[in-house]
Every structure is written in C-alpha cells, then in structure tokens.
C-alpha cells in the first residue's frame, strides 16, 4: 500500500470517527479545490477512504504551486478524478460542477505571506475573485455545503490575546495574503446570511506533515527540514523565541471533516489548531535531534510584515462545536513528516528551489 495512504489510515483508525460521520460521507461526491496541495492531498486521501467505491473526489487545482509531476507524491488512488484548471476559469468550473459534488472544500489558495507581499494583485485575484466565483457556481449547483480554508494569521493580527479566540479579529494585518483570507471568510458569511449557502470557516495555523515540498514561499518546517538533510545554512528570523502553534495536517483534516459534518458549524468559524506553543529554536532543537545532526543555524533579521512574536491558538470551541480531537504533537509527530522527505528526497530536491524572484505560483 502507498506510504502516505498507509499514514492516514492509521490515523483514521486512531481517531475512531463515529459511525454517522461515516455513513454521511460514503457514497459522497465531493470538489476539492487545491487538492493537490499540502493540505489538500492528505484530504484527498482521507476522503478518498470515506466516500468509498461508489463516492468520488474531484480535485481541482491549476498546479501552480507544484514544479514537475506530483511532487507531493499522491497515490494512485480509483475514485480521484483530477482537473487541471483555475478556479477563475468559468471553462473549469463548469467542469467540475458537471460531476456535481455535493460538498466543496476549498483549500485553493495564492500561497503565501511573502508570496503575496511580492504579487498582491494575483493573490486578490485567486483567493478573493476565484472564492466569488465559486461561491456563486456553488449556489447555482445546489451545494449541500462549503468548506472554507481560512488562516489564524489573517484573523487575528499580531496583538491577539493569547490564546487566541474565534471572537477577536484585528483590522492591523500585514499582508495582502492575510487581508485577502480575511475577505474570504466575510464572504463565506455574506453567502450565508444572504442565500444561505451553509458555509464554514476553518482557520488554521501551520500545519506540517507529509505532501509539502519546501520551497521559496513554503512553511518553516519542510525548509528547516530541507535545509538540514542538505547541509544548508538555516536561517532563523528573529531571535527564535518567537512560537507557533504546529499543527499536524491530519488533526487538520479530521477538523475538516468533522466541520463539514456537524449543523451546528454552520455560519460559524472555528480555529483548528494543536492548542501547543512551540518556538523556533526548539523546533530547530527538533529537528536537529530527529537527524542526529548539528545544525547550521544563522539569526538574521524579520520580515518587515512577520511581526507576530507568539501564536497559540484556543480550539476550546472546536472541542464543543465539531468534537474536534487533536491527537498528535511535533516532538513525536514530525517523524512521519522527516521520512516521507527521506522516502521522497530525490523528488524533493528536484523541485524545491524556485528561481529567486519567481515563484512557482506565478509560472505559467
Ligand atoms: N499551510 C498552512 O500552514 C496554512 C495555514 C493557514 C491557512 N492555510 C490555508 O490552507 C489552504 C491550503 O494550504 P496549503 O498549505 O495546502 O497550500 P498549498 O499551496 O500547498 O495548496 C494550495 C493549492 O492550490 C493550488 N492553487 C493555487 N492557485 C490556484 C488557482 N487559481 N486555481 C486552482 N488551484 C490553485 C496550488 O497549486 C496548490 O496545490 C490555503 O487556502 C491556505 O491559505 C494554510
């Protein structure tokens, strides 16, 4: 069996998910935007295994996040139908929608921060305009529900009171990419207040796990991975006290899952998260420890706009809303996360580096 479908049906059966969530994804035809992405993929996969035989799951991304041919090393799996294509594209969505899902989670996104920093317009134009287009294809198809990727970052600012609560929202925020997730999530509620579209706001914080190549605009964890497998100079930003609330993309996933399951969710936002603060000098610790080597570490200066010193998220509401059950924890659960890069490096290495300058999500 494939490595990564292996990994999540392991934890599927950890997590012991009750039978009326089974029974309400079996069978299920479900869209997946940015299905091929970090996230997405361990979606997918766990999906895949809930909707069975006669379900489906359409992925639809345009690749633009990805160099080469699956580099997140997705398995081969009956029941995924791939689309290549945009979700700006009406051509794209008319596609998809011809499959008719029931359930959309949409996870698509001009990834990020830096990313957006550098491209503001293209970043407005997937994570604002492409979510109105499918909010409305959505509408018109009847969706049953919408699932919506937000982000803690763009919610909460950088002057939240730890931890974190759904009921606080910052108008300070720092980055196209934050201000363009913070829309979306508005426009999810306008959908709902207004047509009642049964939509759900998830907002994560940064997720880690097997599917995430590093790369230029990618998360801590896979550079500071790939940085350490190849010998590289790890560059710290800040002074490395600064804490991030990791969370496994499977606890994501399950929180996913069960959002899109539970009435109660609707209408609502809900962070998932671990409810842990780990900071940059132990992860480094971490992840040095885990590869028995020292690591080339080098304090530089923060980006002007990361000026969020600690994040740590509450999911108290999560816990009662979805019954959401984070099970895993980085000291044990960034292993899965090191050996499918040791399982996948030569992949890895091909695909990692983007020109400076020039992204993977702005290659035609
Ligand atoms: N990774 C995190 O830590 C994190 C934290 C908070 C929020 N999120 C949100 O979760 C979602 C998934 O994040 P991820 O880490 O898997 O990102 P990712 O970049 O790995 O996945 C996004 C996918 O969307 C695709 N895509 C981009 N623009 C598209 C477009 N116009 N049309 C179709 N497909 C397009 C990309 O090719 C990619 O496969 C995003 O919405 C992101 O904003 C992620």
Known sequence: MHKRLQL????????????????????????VTGGAGAIGSNLCIMLSTLVGRNGKIIVLDNMSAHLGNNPADFPNLS??????????????LKR?????????????????????????????????????????????????????????????????????????????LTTPYQINKMVGEMYCNYYFHQYGLKTINCR??????????????????????????????????GTGNETRDFTNVNDLVQGLIKSCYYSEAEGKAFNLASGKET???????????????????EYVNSRKWDTKKRILASISL?????DYKPICNIRDNIDDNINWF??????????ADFPLGMNSAVRK
């Open 8 to 31: 999540i049906k392991q934890y599927k059966k950890q997590i012991k998910l009750p039978s009326k969530i089974l029974s309400f994804y079996k069978s299920k035809t479900i869209l």
């Open 79 to 92: 029941n995924v139908l791939f689309v290549k294509g945009d979700l700006r594209d009406e051509i794209t």
């Open 96 to 172: 998809v929608f011809r499959e008719n899902p029931s359930l959309i989670f949409h996870l698509a996104a001009f990834f990020a921060n830096q990313n957006s920093v550098d491209f503001p317009e293209l970043s407005a134009e997937t994570d604002v305009i492409g979510l109105i287009k499918l909010l409305d294809y959505s509408l018109m198809n009847n969706i049953e529900k919408f699932v919506y990727a937000s982000s803690g970052c763009s919610i909460y600012g950088s002057y939240g009171k730890l931890p974190l609560k759904e009921d606080f929202m910052s108008m300070h």
């Open 204 to 237: 994560f914080f940064n997720s880690y796990g097997p599917g995430e190549v590093p790369g230029q605009y990618r998360n801590v964890i896979p550079n500071f991975i790939y940085w350490a497998l190849t010998d590289k100079i790890i560059p710290i930003t």
């Open 279 to 297: 900071s940059i000098n132990e992860l480094a610790n971490i992840i040095s420890k885990k590869l028995n080597k020292k690591l080339n570490l």
């Open 318 to 322: 999560a816990k009662k809303t979805i």
């Open 342 to 351: 040791l399982d996948n490096f030569d992949n890895i290495r091909k695909y």
